[in-house]
C-alpha cells in the first residue's frame, strides 16, 4: 500500500523570505501523480500544484515549485517571497496512475505560519 | 464554490442518531468522494462513487453509509455505529482527463453531544 509522510508538523517563514516543505512517500508504482493541496483557517481545500510522476521537469505554479525527486520518492513544495495568505496547513497528496479510481492518499499536512 | 456544494456547514447530533451530510456538484462530474479529517491529521477516505448506483468502501468505512441514485448528489449517512464521528468532513468532485485532479467543497463540521 502507498503511504505518505510529511515529517515537519509545524514551519514558520518570515514574509517575503522562502521556505520549503517536505514530503516523501513509498510506492512500487512507476506512473503515479503527486499533489499538493492548501487548507486555510476557512477549512477549504484548495490545490496549489500537481505533478505526473512520468514528467522529469519540476511542476512550477507563480510563486509555488517542487523539488520532484522520484529515485528518492521524495517530493518537497517550495513557497518564494512568503506572503501572509500562504499562512495555511499544507497536505501532500498521492494518486496513483492506475485503475483510475481517482483516489488520493495524504500526508498528516504542515502547518506554515508566515510571520510579519 | 468550485463546482461542488456541502451542506450544512455545522451540524450537531445526539449520540446514538443518525444523520445526513449533503454533498452536490454541477460540472457532470462521475467520481465523487468522501473524507474525514481529525484535527492535527490528513484526510482519510470513507466512501467514493465512479458511477450512479455504484459506490466503493475507503480505508474507514465502518459506520457510514452512502447513496448514488443521482450523478449530481453523494450524501454521506453517519450512523450511530461510528463510535467517533465528531470530525470535519469533505467530500470532493473528480473527472479524469484535463487537469485530472480532485477538487474539493468546503466540507461540513459535524459534533456529537
Known amino acids: 500500500a502507498q503511504t505518505v509522510t510529511q515529517s515537519q508538523p509545524e514551519m514558520s517563514v518570515q514574509e517575503a523570505e522562502t521556505v520549503t516543505l517536505s514530503c516523501t512517500y513509498d510506492t512500487s508504482e512507476s506512473d503515479y501523480y503527486l499533489f499538493w493541496y492548501k487548507q486555510p483557517p476557512s477549512r477549504q481545500m484548495i490545490l496549489v500544484i500537481r505533478q505526473e510522476a512520468y514528467k522529469q521537469q519540476n511542476a512550477t505554479e507563480n510563486r509555488f515549485s517542487v523539488n520532484f525527486q522520484k529515485a528518492a520518492k521524495s517530493f518537497s513544495l517550495k513557497i518564494s517571497d512568503s506572503q501572509l495568505g500562504d499562512a495555511a496547513m499544507y497536505f501532500c497528496?498521492?494518486?496513483?496512475?492506475?485503475?483510475?479510481?481517482?483516489?488520493?492518499?495524504f500526508g498528516q499536512g504542515t502547518t506554515l505560519q508566515v510571520k510579519p | 464554490d468550485g463546482g461542488i456544494t456541502q451542506s450544512p456547514k455545522y451540524l450537531f447530533r445526539k449520540e446514538g442518531q443518525n444523520v445526513t451530510l449533503s454533498c452536490e456538484q454541477n460540472l457532470n462530474h462521475d467520481a465523487m468522494y468522501w473524507y474525514r479529517q481529525d484535527p492535527g491529521q490528513g484526510l482519510r477516505l470513507i466512501y467514493y462513487s465512479q458511477i450512479v448506483n455504484d459506490f466503493q468502501k475507503g480505508d474507514i468505512a465502518e459506520g457510514y453509509s452512502v447513496s448514488r441514485e443521482k450523478k449530481e448528489s453523494f450524501p454521506l449517512t453517519v450512523t450511530s455505529a461510528q463510535k467517533n464521528p465528531t470530525a470535519f468532513y469533505l467530500c470532493?468532485?473528480?473527472?479524469?482527463?484535463?487537469?485530472?485532479?480532485?477538487?474539493f467543497g468546503p466540507g461540513t463540521r459535524l459534533t456529537v453531544l
Open positions: 497528496a498521492y494518486r496513483s496512475a492506475s485503475g483510475n479510481t481517482g483516489k488520493l492518499i
Open positions: 470532493a468532485r473528480y473527472t479524469s482527463g484535463g487537469t485530472d485532479t480532485q477538487y
